[in-house]
């Protein structure tokens, strides 16, 4: 299974990028080794409003994949049950799995009846950059967690 970051916005040089490339070099590494066919980051420009940035968020997803946007209204997991979750997807056959991450007035219609998952943090708002910091971090975390490596310690 491919796994995507889709994001609207960017970010550029500082803490939070090298974090966000950090987290996605180290799942590459790992992920590989136990059947994920790799993380992509997507990051589209902002404004039009939130419809028009749904329908970018959208079009990047490969056809047929499946739906996940961060949301503060979602659906919070433990580290351990997120990873189960993405063993199960990527077990059962799922070509892709899309992270959709909206811009500053959140996700359009077409994102909200288009996602078949709905995940928070935490029901605080997040920035965007963290939300992608902390994304990427889980990504990692749960490729460990299926790997049987020493990273999440309980």
């Given at each position: 299974m491919k796994l995507h970051i889709v994001t609207i916005g960017q970010?550029?040089?500082?803490?939070?990028?090298?974090m966000v490339d950090d987290y996605i070099a180290r799942f590459e590494r790992t992920g590989r080794q136990?059947?994920?066919?790799?993380?992509i980051?997507?990051?589209?420009s902002s404004g039009g409003g939130e419809d028009a940035e749904a329908e970018r968020l959208l079009a990047?997803?490969?056809?047929g994949a499946r739906i996940a946007m961060l949301d503060e209204r979602g659906k919070t997991w433990g580290s351990e049950a997120f990873s189960g979750w993405l063993g199960e997807l990527r077990d059962g056959g799922e070509r892709d799995?899309?992270?959709l991450i909206?811009?500053?007035a959140g996700h359009g219609q077409a994102v909200r009846a288009a996602a078949?998952?709905?995940?928070?943090?935490?029901?605080q708002t997040w920035p965007h950059k963290l939300v992608r910091v902390m994304l990427a971090e889980q990504l990692?975390?749960?490729?460990t967690l299926l790997a049987g490596t020493p990273y999440h310690k309980v």
């Open positions: 970010v550029r040089k500082g803490p939070e990028r090298e136990i059947g994920f066919r790799g993380l980051e997507h990051e589209l990047r997803c490969p056809y799995l899309c992270f909206g811009g500053a078949q998952h709905k995940l928070a943090f935490g029901p990692y975390r749960a490729a």
